[in-house]
């Protein structure tokens, strides 16, 4: 089928171009394929085939429109043949890709830190090799990650477990201008998988989270924060479709009563 | 439809609109040229066609398929939070059932979305604002909130509440949410060619409708005195 359709195409071609001078449904079949790109233009040529056998003794003169034609449908081809290219590049681009492209992103994973990759569930207060942490033993009991906005600080023993779920925490230096604070918050709210607090010693104004990485930045304008958000929340979870909701809602240090399914209940463990 | 007679008697009718004399001499080489470049032409979109497809055949970043699924996830997710308190808490053996029905089947639905996307290339996040992927859904989405969902207000409420009060507003605002989700799924219905983007939406509008009535039934027993 398709050995036929090209070869074709050129005869219904010279019939538009002999005929140029006073046959225009010849030019009429010659323009259409122009619009239909490639695959028309195949079609219609197998479909006429037959008909110019007399006019092509006729040589032609030098007419520009079917030399226009053929450009059209090479730079249509071209440009398929580049869109797919370009797709199929863009398209294969892993999460831990996009993220290792963000401007002044710390890939912990990379570093292989026993202590940072520990996924142990462990009671009580524990130390972190960051702060805020990425990664490390964690409290059984998760910290909501609903979209949660925390207006104080809250255990880091539950936080890195929302990390291991999949979702990004949004940190920000305790008594970052309101308005700063007000901008993360429309980052957070509402969605599922984000979470959001603020910490009392932190060197930066705002510091994102997701398991084994970080993203320090001075100001909640950074566009750097979406971007790290549209690539790490829930790509980076550790355990996949893990859920966010369930989890310690309260803000303060982890207690002994933290442990256990996470209500607000104290449950004991 | 035999060739000659028609094409001439065609070319005649239309002979005298077309005035566009050519020169009959030149070089023949321009169609043997012409021929080539078309063969070539034909020959690279084909080859784009056969293996492009795929990539170009699947939703975008930005289409309304990805952003249903990804807004459906956070939708579903609130719902699989509120569910789970309630059969947690809850000392009403129906409501415990199906509390657990909506957490179990919207929690798996969730795992299905978020599939596809992965399938699809697509990040579970989009770089659009909640709702965008809806026509005329500007402003129905407020503090970050889809329609129909609980504010923290109503979840930190229900968190403490128990006995008949808890399962009251539990369907309560179950039946809110679902009325949201049901929007939501007719909307990509009609927006979408995506099959099975659209029979999971449209089960998701019949098994919440049924649900609904469920609801109303429940709440108009545990209301009366």
Redesign the interface.
């Given at each position: 089928m398709s050995t036929p359709g090209p070869e074709r195409v050129p005869s219904t071609v010279k019939v538009d171009k002999t005929s140029g001078q006073g046959k225009p449904p010849a030019k009429a079949g010659g323009t259409r394929p122009a619009g239909k790109g490639p695959q028309g233009k195949g079609g219609k040529g197998g479909g006429k085939g037959r008909k110019p056998v007399a006019p092509v003794k006729v040589s032609g003169g030098r007419n520009w429109g079917p030399i226009a034609v053929a450009g059209v449908v090479v730079l249509i081809a071209v440009g398929i043949i580049g869109y797919g290219v370009f797709a199929s590049i863009k398209g294969s681009e892993s999460w831990e890709d996009r993220a290792g492209g963000i401007e002044g992103i710390i890939d912990y994973r990379s570093q292989k830190n026993p202590q940072i990759d520990d996924r142990n569930h462990k009671d009580g207060p524990l130390t972190y090799v960051t702060n805020p942490p990425v990664g490390g033993a964690h409290n059984s009991s998760w910290q909501n990650c609903m979209g949660d906005v925390y207006p104080e600080p809250i255990a880091n023993e539950h936080a890195v477990h929302s990390l291991e779920h999949g979702a990004v925490w949004v940190t920000y230096k305790q008594g970052l201008a309101a308005d700063q604070v007000t901008k993360l918050q429309e980052k957070v709210q509402g969605k599922d998988y984000m979470f959001m607090s603020p910490v009392a010693n932190l060197d930066k104004n705002v510091s994102l989270q997701a398991w084994g990485y970080q993203l320090k930045v001075d100001s909640a304008d950074d566009g750097r924060i979406d971007e790290f958000i549209k690539d790490l929340r829930l790509n980076a979870t550790m355990e996949p479709n893990a859920v966010c909701s369930g989890g310690n809602t309260n803000t303060g240090p982890v207690t002994a009563a933290s442990n256990g399914t996470g209500m607000d209940q104290p449950t004991g463990n | 439809m035999t060739?000659?007679t028609d094409?001439d008697a065609?070319?005649r009718a239309?002979?005298p609109?077309?005035d566009?004399?050519?020169?009959?001499?030149?070089?023949?080489f321009?169609?043997g040229w012409?021929?080539l470049?078309?063969?070539?032409?034909?020959?690279?979109?084909?080859?784009?066609?056969a293996?492009?497809t795929r990539?170009?055949g699947t939703p975008a970043d930005d289409s309304a398929e990805a952003g249903f699924l990804r807004d459906m996830?956070?939708h579903h997710?609130?719902a699989?939070?509120m569910s789970?308190?309630e059969h947690?808490?809850s000392t009403n053996p129906q409501l415990v059932t199906l509390a657990g029905d909506i957490a179990m089947t919207q929690?798996g639905q969730?795992?299905t979305m978020?599939a596809w996307l992965r399938e699809w290339?697509l990040?579970?996040?989009?770089?659009q604002p909640?709702m965008a992927w809806m026509p005329d859904s500007a402003g129905s989405?407020r503090?970050?909130?889809?329609p129909g969902?609980a504010t923290?207000a109503d979840l930190?409420t229900l968190?403490?509440a128990t006995g008949n009060d808890l399962d009251i507003q539990y369907l309560t605002l179950m039946r809110q949410h679902h009325l949201g989700g049901i929007h939501m799924a007719q909307e990509i219905i009609t927006l979408s060619d995506e099959k099975k983007v659209t029979a999971l939406a449209g089960t998701m509008v019949a098994g919440q409708q049924s649900e609904i009535n469920l609801i109303d039934d429940l709440l108009a027993k545990l209301k009366a005195p």
């Open positions: - | 060739a000659p094409q065609a070319a239309a002979a609109a077309e566009t004399p050519t020169t009959r001499t030149g070089p023949r321009g169609t012409l021929a470049v078309l063969v070539l032409g034909l020959l690279l979109g084909a080859a784009a066609g293996f492009g990539l170009i996830s956070t997710a609130q699989v939070e789970m308190i947690a808490n929690n969730v795992g978020l290339n990040s579970p996040t989009g770089t909640a989405v503090n970050g909130l889809m969902m923290p930190a968190r403490k």
